[in-house]
């Protein structure tokens, strides 16, 4: 599986943006899907996830009510609806895939990982 994430830009703080994470393989579709993030300076740190049928999603405390994690299993796409965005949430975003524990929020549990898209929040 390979995962193509896109959608990030510069944007004002309050602004929304949305991102998308693009699977090859049929298998995407059984598979939890998430998104992290890193800013500079910091440690990758865990956004959202959604399961593979899109059951209720996990969120981080930080975007919990702010951020939307779909996915799309008939177009491989997971996506990324971000409002009200802050300067805090500047960073670059990968989208992961493959959880191989129940613990979502944790990196290294996934399998595979996009290459990262750049969000960058003006105040």
């Known amino acids: 599986v390979q995962l193509q994430a896109s959608g990030g830009g510069l944007v004002q703080a309050g602004n929304s943006l949305r991102l998308s994470c693009a699977a090859s393989?049929?298998?995407?579709?059984?598979?939890?899907v998430a998104w992290f993030r890193q800013a500079p300076g910091n440690e990758r740190e865990f956004v959202a996830a959604?399961?593979?049928?899109?059951?209720?999603?996990t969120y981080a405390d930080s975007v919990k009510g702010r951020f939307t994690i779909s996915r799309d299993n008939a177009k491989n796409t997971a996506y990324l609806q971000m409002n009200s965005l802050e300067p805090e949430d500047t960073a670059v975003y990968y989208c992961?895939?493959?959880?191989?524990?129940?613990?979502?929020?944790?990196?290294?549990?996934?399998?595979?990982w996009g290459q990262g898209t750049l969000v960058t929040v003006s105040s």
């Open positions: 992961a895939a493959q959880a191989r524990s129940s613990d979502v929020r944790r990196d290294k549990v996934y399998g595979y």
């Open positions: 393989g049929r298998a995407f579709r059984s598979y939890t």
């Open positions: 959604s399961s593979w049928n899109g059951g209720i999603p």
